[in-house]
């Protein structure tokens, strides 16, 4: 898969109802330690093409190359809120390193994906892409 947007897994997302219940339990199975994870209050991050004005806890950890990152949707509209309402807990996107994300997403948009979601954040450049098929989801970025 070389060339692929696909190539470089860095990142599995998983949502969760109870953060502090969930970094227990993890824990207890030998998961961690899961650090917290701040974005920058500065931090532009577009739901659908509107300011998100969403709130997190978010925590990972590493494993190996791959970061696993816990996400509580706090407040307001958010892909991980949908995800939780219609879903329940669980994976809800993987996430992978590209060095042109914009050619990427136009590459992704051509065959049929929708952008969820764009951040512009300190260290990178982010998009959620749905990629409409078996409810795939996938965070590319692009670091600065």
């Known amino acids: 898969m070389s060339g692929s947007a696909f190539s470089e897994l860095i990142q599995v997302g998983v949502v969760v109802k109870d953060m502090e219940k969930t970094i227990e339990r993890l824990t207890s199975l030998g998961f961690g330690p899961f650090e917290p994870k701040i974005f920058p209050p500065d931090a532009k991050q577009l739901f659908r093409g509107e300011p998100m004005d969403a709130k997190f806890k978010i925590f990972a950890t ?13 407040e307001g509209k958010s892909p991980h809120r949908e995800f939780l309402d219609r879903n329940g807990e669980g994976i809800q996107h993987l996430a992978f ?18 952008v969820e979601l764009k951040a512009n954040l300190q260290d990178a450049d982010v998009a959620y892409i749905d990629l409409n098929i078996g409810g795939l989801v996938v965070e590319l970025i692009q670091k600065k």
């Open 97 to 114: 390193a590209v060095k042109d994300l914009a050619a990427e997403i136009n590459q992704l948009t051509r065959q049929g994906s929708k």
């Open 62 to 74: 590493r494993m190996g190359p791959v970061e696993f990152e816990l996400i509580q949707p706090v």
